[in-house]
């Protein structure tokens, strides 16, 4: 059995992860509404990959035993003023949850819950990857500048992402 604490940081984890989702819906409806049809693209797959990071939760926790809460989600910013902007915001948001994921981290060590400890390590290196893609799309935004063919090609390739199910959901 999962301990209160673990569980109600996991369900505050579940709607961050959904509060991501939905941030991310409303960046690709926005690129859409612009003409930025592939950084829209991108946005909306990242928006499949924070729900099913709350899936990964939410399965983890119903498989201790445990009781999900799904809480209300939290409006969210509806316009960027450009492409960097959003990237900006987009790495601004993952590091709070980065940090979200670390207080969680150590919370399970303070409780002695070795398996939540392991689930997230998987978060954890998710983590590094979700920051480096955000900044790596603000420092070519910033090079592209505000050249009209290099920010079309740039959307161009943003186009082409497709959605890979996260392995931890693949796995089960
Ligand atoms: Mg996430």
């Known amino acids: 059995m999962i301990s209160p604490k673990i569980q109600d940081a ?10 991501s989702a939905y941030l991310y819906l409303s960046m690709g409806m926005h690129f ?10 991108w946005f909306r797959i990242q928006f499949k990959e924070e729900q099913a990071h ?16 799904l809480k209300a989600i939290e409006a969210v910013p509806t316009t960027w003023e450009s492409p960097l902007a959003a990237f900006e915001a987009t790495l601004e948001h993952e ?12 919370l399970a060590e303070q409780e002695h819950d070795y398996a939540t400890r392991g689930k997230l390590d998987w978060f954890v ?36 992402r497709v959605y890979n199910q996260p392995a931890p959901l693949a796995a089960e």
């Open 32 to 41: 859409e509404a612009e003409g930025r049809t592939g950084i829209a693209n």
């Open 54 to 69: 709350a899936e990964i939760f939410i399965n983890y926790l119903l498989s201790r035993g445990g009781r999900v809460e």
């Open 95 to 106: 590091e709070k949850v980065t940090a979200m994921i670390n207080a969680l981290y150590a």
């Open 125 to 160: 290196a998710e983590q590094v990857e979700e920051e480096e893609t955000a900044q790596n799309l603000i420092d070519r935004l910033k090079l592209v500048g505000d050249n009209g063919l290099a920010l079309f090609m740039l959307d161009q390739e943003l186009a082409t």
């Open 10 to 19: 996991l369900n505050a984890q579940i709607n961050a992860e959904f509060w």
